[in-house]
């Protein structure tokens, strides 16, 4: 399977969720809230029971539920904190991605991970497909990724450029992220502009169309599956992004494996040409 064939069958299971018993006004308010998410969101009355709940269900099977409180921004409800924050963070590891120098690092629509408002749905899917991220926002998710594979610096990182004039600007950076001793790290990126001077991480050049038209950041997790996490998306518009994040172990194990399987044979030689 292609990483555009993998983006695709996430977007085909796409996730449910149904208010029930909550005003017209608030259930607007939360299809305008999950736009960019891959989550149908539908209303609901019953003759009895609780007012303002969701469910969440994927492929028909009940996944949770939780008060619409807990879902909008600035709510007051038990389970939030101020402003909307989730008590147990936003990617239900209890952890924000907190860079070493007290900030948090911002996703690109407007929320740090730290403040991440709908995390008690987003939390429970493993695969969170979103449908409209702009560069900016790529690059801010990105940094996450490369964050976190920095605080734990083991294991592997795999990033996708989709050119070498892209990978250029970045160079710095990844000198800087393979400088960890323990970190290796890979960059991809097809044989479009002049290819950077690298020392510290390996460049698989990819004479294929998935390598210009996807971008991708997966790392392995050094050795703990709670760590591991992917961005994958592929860009269907210019500058226009589709895509997942994901923090489900399998999911970032076959994006690794597929990348090495099929990319690992095509290498920046030393004088700054390529290998396939």
Known sequence: ???????????????????????????????????????????????????????????????????????????????????????????????????????????????????????????????????????????????????????????????????LDVLTGETDTYDILGGKDRLDVHAYAADEGEAPDVEHYTVHVGETAEIRETWFVAYDGGGYDDAKCALLAEERAPGEFYGFWSYDPETVDYIIDYLTDRYGGSEQTDDGGATV
């Open 1 to 163: 399977m292609s990483l555009i064939e993998l983006i695709a069958g996430v977007e085909a299971h796409e996730a449910t969720l149904t208010v029930f018993n909550a005003d017209p006004e608030i259930t607007d308010e939360l299809r305008a809230h999950f736009a960019d998410r891959n989550i149908r969101v539908a209303e609901d009355q019953t003759a009895a029971g609780p007012e303002g709940f969701a469910v969440l269900a994927r492929d028909g099977e009940f996944v949770t539920a939780v008060p619409v409180g807990e879902l909008l921004p600035g709510s007051d409800e038990p389970g939030t904190a101020e402003g909307g924050e989730t008590e147990a963070g936003a990617r239900g590891d209890g952890e924000t991605a907190d860079r070493g120098d007290g900030e948090t690092t911002d996703r690109g629509d407007g929320e740090t991970v730290g403040q991440r408002v709908g995390g008690p749905v987003l939390d429970h899917l493993d695969e969170t497909m979103f449908t409209s991220y702009s560069r900016a926002d790529m690059v801010a998710a990105s940094r996450e990724i490369e964050d976190r594979a920095w605080r734990v610096g083991d294991g592997e990182l795999h990033a996708g450029f989709q050119t």
